[in-house]
């Protein structure tokens, strides 16, 4: 998944220049993850702060953190998760946005966008979660919810991202339930090969919204590269 969104921001974002964090799983260690040096992309594994707390959400405020403090990357700077992929260019609107200098914090379906905020207010949002985690419900809310708390109220990027279901275009998508016949939990249950070589036979017999077609393109598209580098 993660390949998967990179050769997409590779593709429709050229000038981005994109990294790789994820939380240290011991089972896994570095085996699955050659492609990201042999594709030249920063690549660091962090603690796994998701696991320890039962709040998988929180290892995405963490790697931003760590992101930020040890210089793997700048702000401004775009948040992505795994499963979300870059179907086209930004648009001038989002450009507009996001160029703002008033706008230090943005949220685009399950995109974050942080531009001039210290290191000291994430290290705040998540001395704070440790504070509330036992009287609140570990999701995604709730982490948005501690970063409004210490950020202000986020600017809401319209059509930045959202789920590929929906039949509206958006620049980005993500398939965090499924896409076509791709069942995303299913196909991590039974760890199955990367669904690039099968990507066509998963748009069989569906009904498939744009989003989910342009997906399934990439998915066609990234396999020779996939194959080379992984």
């Known amino acids: 998944m993660s390949f998967a969104s990179w050769y997409s921001i590779y593709k429709n974002l050229p000038d981005a220049k994109p990294a790789l964090l994820c939380a240290r799983d011991l089972k896994d260690g570095y085996a699955s993850y050659n492609w990201p ?15 320890h707390t039962g709040c998988p959400c929180l290892n995405k405020l963490y790697a931003t953190y760590v992101a930020l403090k040890e210089g793997i990357l700048t702000q401004p700077l775009l948040v992505i998760d795994c499963d979300v992929m870059t179907l086209t260019t930004l648009s001038k609107d989002i450009l507009d946005r996001i160029n703002d200098t008033d706008v230090t914090f943005g949220v685009g379906g399950p995109v974050w966008y942080f531009n001039g905020q210290s290191l000291e207010t994430f290290v705040s949002v998540l001395h704070k979660y440790e504070e509330v985690q036992e009287r609140q419900s570990t999701d995604t809310q709730k982490v948005l919810s501690l970063l409004t708390t210490s950020m202000g109220e986020p600017e809401t990027i319209t059509d930045l991202c959202g789920d590929c279901s929906r039949q509206e275009p958006t620049v980005m998508s993500n398939y965090s339930n499924k896409c076509g016949r791709f069942q995303k939990k299913e196909w991590m249950r039974n760890m199955m090969y990367p669904p690039f070589g099968y990507a066509a036979e998963l748009s069989r017999g569906v009904e498939l919204t744009t989003n989910e077609a342009n997906i399934l393109k990439f998915w066609q598209k990234a396999r020779t590269v996939y194959e080379a580098v992984r």
Request: a positive charge; charged letters at 35%; glycine letters at 6%.
């Open 37 to 51: 040096y042999r594709c030249d992309i920063r690549f660091f594994q962090h603690e796994n702060v998701g696991k």
